[in-house]
């Protein structure tokens, strides 16, 4: 699976997925969720009863570092990497923003 085959921009952080069933989503095993949350570029939110739950934002992070393990990068390394794509897509967001509140508004007519 290609990290933006199924989840494309989504970014519900809405933890709505077991962590069985995100396992199964990203074709791979409950261990190496639990290897990427060591790892901290996401941390799963707890259940009541103590269980990881996952949101699709989070799904998206670890489909993109399990592309990269997938291709031969450490696991850690992956997650570095996942850290800073993530970062960088974030500044390049809110610089894009700033570049548009600049620039002069043209009058209507």
Do not use: W
Request: glycine share 8%; with cysteine.
């Amino acid at each position: 699976m290609k990290a933006d085959d199924s989840f494309g921009r989504l970014d519900d952080d809405y933890p709505a997925y077991t962590m069985g069933r995100a396992a199964e989503i990203l074709g791979t095993t409950q261990g190496f969720l639990r290897a990427i949350g060591e790892a901290r570029p996401i941390t799963p939110l707890r259940s009541t009863g103590g269980h990881r739950r996952y949101s699709r934002y989070q799904l998206r992070i670890a489909a993109r570092a399990r592309e990269l393990v997938d291709q031969g990068t450490p696991i850690e390394a992956a997650c570095r990497i996942v850290i800073l794509e993530d970062q960088l897509e974030e500044a390049r967001r809110i610089n894009a923003e700033y570049r548009r509140a600049a620039e002069p508004s043209t009058p209507p007519g």
